[in-house]
C-alpha cells in the first residue's frame, strides 16, 4: 500500500515538473519572438528614418538643379523648347530613382491678380478670370467673391461678394481672408468655390506670391490664352497658334500679336508677356518602400533662382456632376 501511495506520489512530481518545463518553455519562446519583433520593428523604422532622409535629400538635390537650370537660361524668352522645359526620364538611384519637372507657373492664370487695383491692370484681370469661368460652364460671380476674399477691407466691393458678416454666419464660421491666397486649394473657403469648381479650375489657375503677374503666350493652354482676349478667335486660330510657338516662340508681346489673324481684338498688354519668373517643379521619389511626390515653386530674379516654398502636393478628386 505505501509503495503504490509511493508511486502515485512521485508521478504527480514528474507531472508537475512537465508542466513547469512546458510553462517555461512558453515564457521563454514569448519573450524571444517579443524581443524579435521589437527587434523587427526597430529596424524597419531605422531603415524608414533612413529611407525619408535618402528622400529628403533627393528632393533638396532636384530643387537645387532646377534652380541651377533656371539661373543659366539666357531669360529673353521662356518657352516649350529651352532646356528646363523639356522632359527628362526617371533617373536611377542606388535602390530607387527619381523623376522631376519644371513647368512654368505663369502659363496659368494667378488667382492672386485680383488683388491688384493699380491702374487698368485690376479690371483687365477681373475681365480675364471671368471669361475663364464662363469658358468652364461656372458663373462669372466668382470674380467678386474671390476679390473680396482678398482685398484688405471688410466691404462687399463687388456683385457675388462676401465679407466677414456671411462666413461668420455659416455653421462652422470663420472670417475671410484679406491677404493674397497661398495655395489654390483655400478658394475652398470663399463664396462659391464647391470642391467641384475647383478642381474644375485647378488645370488653368495658380496662386503665386507675386501679384500682379503676365501669362506667358509661349506656355500657356488653350483655355487660357483664349480668356485673354474679349472675343476669342476662334478654336482653329487658336490651336495654330499653339502649334506654331513650339517651333518658332513668340520672341516678345509685339511679335505674339503679328501672329495674330488680321482683325483679332488684341488682348489687353497688361495681360500678357514672354517671360516667365515663377516656374513649379514636380518630384517624385522612389527609395526602397518609400514613394513620394512633392512641389516646389523657383522665383527667377535678376539671374538668381531661389526656391520659395516646397510642400505635399494637394489631394485631387474626380468629381461627379451631382457632388459639390
Known sequence: MATGTHGTHRRQQQGLALITAVLVVAIVATVATTLALG?????????????????????????????????????????????????LPPLPVEDGMIA???????????????????????????????????????????????????DSNLTVDKPGGAEDIEYLSLPQPYRSGNQLLTSVDELRLVKGFTAKVVE?????????????TTINVNTAPAEVL??????????????????SRVNQPF????????????????????LYGTITSHFLVTIDIRYGRLQRRTEGLIERKSGKATVLWHRLPPLQFEMNDEKT
Open 100 to 150: 522631376f519637372a519644371v513647368v512654368d507657373a505663369q502659363g496659368q492664370f494667378n488667382l492672386n491678380n485680383l488683388a491688384s487695383t493699380v491702374g487698368a491692370s485690376g479690371k483687365d484681370n477681373s475681365e480675364m478670370f471671368e471669361r475663364l469661368l464662363i469658358s468652364k460652364g461656372l458663373d462669372p460671380t466668382l470674380s467678386g467673391a474671390l476679390f473680396d476674399w482678398l
Open 226 to 243: 483664349a480668356a485673354l482676349f474679349k472675343n476669342p478667335p476662334a478654336p482653329a486660330v487658336l490651336q495654330s497658334l499653339l502649334d
Open 251 to 270: 520672341e516678345g508681346a509685339d511679335n505674339f500679336l503679328k501672329k495674330l489673324p488680321q482683325g483679332t481684338p488684341q488682348p489687353q498688354p497688361s
Open 200 to 212: 474644375q479650375l485647378r488645370p488653368y489657375v495658380t496662386a503665386l506670391p507675386t501679384a500682379p
Open 39 to 87: 527587434e523587427q520593428v526597430w529596424f524597419r523604422q531605422a531603415q524608414n528614418m533612413t529611407g525619408r532622409a535618402q528622400a529628403e535629400s533627393l528632393r533638396r538635390g532636384a530643387l537645387n538643379y532646377a534652380a541651377i537650370l533656371l539661373a543659366r537660361d539666357d531669360a529673353k524668352i521662356d518657352h516649350l523648347g529651352e532646356l528646363w522645359a523639356k522632359p
